[in-house]
T-cell receptor, first 113, second 109 residues
């Protein structure tokens, strides 16, 4: 498809379990971002990948969160030992190089019970 | 102080009204600015970028005031379909772009 694809669209998990969220960016987009949005809140920056450069992980809230981007394309966000406060919509966006014209995926709605 | 601040609203306006939102930013080195629109339970979508000279796209006008460090979005002749949350986005040149928390607009018939 032409857009950013995220999977799963919804994820319900139990507290303490690990989850993996996937993002397929638009082909050719070198920049990839992860944000999360809690209900009624703004977007919170998590991590940013730009080409082959080291990712900017400054937004990750704890060491339970990690992300990787393989082959400059698909990215996986992993949350270990999930907590209830991790419940949010996790949004992935890509852009052509580093600029503000983001294309967002539809997000993964994570619910931790 | 937050890097990017917006009045959360909601702004309740009748159809046909003109409404304006402001967004202030704290980093004077910020270089690029954008407005995004987010419908309820949907992902944000780019509405328009904000140029130093101001720019207009149909009923929407975006302006930048560097001296006072704010950007604005003006919507003329509001439509019901304009009801959404409007997010301002600021590029400070470091790491990823920073989103404001958004201003909610509700256009009423």
């Amino acid at each position: 498809g032409a857009g950013v694809s995220q999977s799963p669209s919804n994820k319900v998990t139990e507290k303490g379990k690990d989850v993996e969220l996937r993002c397929d960016p638009i082909s050719g987009h070198t920049a990839l971002y992860w944000y999360r949005q809690s209900l009624g809140q703004g977007l919170e920056f998590l991590i940013y990948f730009q080409g082959n450069s080291a990712p900017d992980k400054s937004g990750l809230p704890s060491d339970r969160f990690s992300a990787e981007r393989t082959g400059g394309s698909v990215s996986t966000l992993t949350i270990q030992r999930t907590q209830q406060e991790d419940s949010a919509v996790y949004l992935c966006a890509s852009s052509l190089q580093r600029q503000g014209f983001f294309h967002f995926g539809a997000g993964t709605r994570l619910s931790v019970l | 102080r937050k890097e990017v601040e917006q009045d959360p609203g909601p702004f309740n306006v009748p159809e046909g009204a003109t409404v304006a939102f402001n967004c202030t930013y704290s980093n004077s080195a910020s270089q690029s600015f954008f407005w995004y629109r987010q419908d309820c339970r949907k992902e944000p979508k780019l509405l328009m970028s904000v140029y130093s000279s101001g720019n207009e796209d149909g009923r929407f006008t975006a302006q930048l005031n560097r001296a006072s460090q704010y950007i604005s979005l003006l919507i003329r002749d509001s439509k019901l379909s304009d009801s959404a949350t409007y997010l301002c986005v600021v590029d400070t040149g470091r790491r990823a772009l920073t989103f404001g928390s958004g201003t909610r607009l509700q256009v009423q018939p």
